[in-house]
């Protein structure tokens, strides 16, 4: 079945530090959705990417839908304290939008 | 902004029990999800639910769970003799149409004991 790949699985920064995180899959994705999570919480949705090759910003944030449909990238500039949680990336499972499937996550550390 | 809703935000119960997890969806979507996460793991789909039916479900949403959309605003997920290992934290999600994104509420803790 579709799996999504999440590295790295951990990160420890400086605050204000940039940070990039990735998702890749073995096989092809229509929609990329980022998420963020803090602890106790629920998925808070920080970027979608619905066209190959799109480049998304929100705020500090800034995602991409790789060219190849296997793969996206998140990036966090200028980290501050409160970027600290868990970044997932989640898609459609295959044959079916909305049913979706999730990475392992990337758990973010910023030292201030 | 809207936003989904679930209530209780924790609920403890007794093994055999019958628990109903609650979520008020935003209100212009139509359609409906539930997913589970264990402590540590990572978010896995249970049901999704379109035009009061069930849509697609996964081979956790077995016959001890059910969904239900009792009136215009509420979304239920009910698991009727709950097993140990039903804890984790439940969550309700809605999506304005059947592909993108989908919003998920704060969720529900569970506790089976």
């Known amino acids: 079945g579709q799996q999504l790949n999440q590295s790295p699985q951990s990160m420890f920064i400086q605050e204000g530090e940039d940070v990039s995180m990735n998702c890749t899959s073995s096989?092809?994705?229509?929609?990329w959705l980022w998420y963020k999570q803090d602890p106790g919480e629920g998925p808070v949705l920080l970027i979608a990417?619905?066209?190959a090759g799109e480049l998304t910003s929100n705020g500090r944030l800034t995602a991409q839908f790789g060219i190849t449909r296997k793969d996206s990238f998140l990036n966090i500039s200028a980290s501050i304290p409160s970027d600290v949680g868990i970044y997932f990336c989640?898609?459609?499972?295959?044959?079916?939008?909305?049913?979706?499937?999730w990475g392992l996550g990337t758990s973010l550390a910023v030292n201030p | 902004e809207p936003e989904v809703t679930q209530t209780p935000s924790h609920q403890v119960t007794q093994m055999g029990q019958e628990v109903i997890l609650r979520c008020v969806p935003i209100?212009?979507?139509?359609?409906f999800y539930w997913y589970r996460q264990i402590l540590g793991q990572k978010v896995e789909f249970l049901v999704s639910?379109?035009?009061?039916?069930?849509?697609?479900k996964s081979e956790i949403f077995d016959d001890q769970f059910s969904v239900e959309r009792p009136d215009g605003s509420n979304f239920t997920l009910k698991i009727r003799s709950t097993k140990l290992e039903d804890s984790a934290m439940y969550f309700c999600?809605?999506?304005?149409?059947?592909?993108?994104?989908?919003?998920f509420g704060p969720g529900t803790r569970l506790l089976v004991l």
């Open positions: 999600a809605s999506s304005e149409g059947g592909t993108g994104a989908q919003y």
């Open positions: 209100s212009n979507h139509l359609y």
């Open positions: 639910f379109y035009n009061n039916e069930i849509s697609e």
């Open positions: 096989s092809i994705f229509n929609t």
């Open positions: 990417l619905y066209k």
């Open positions: 989640a898609g459609p499972y295959a044959g079916n939008n909305r049913k979706l499937i």
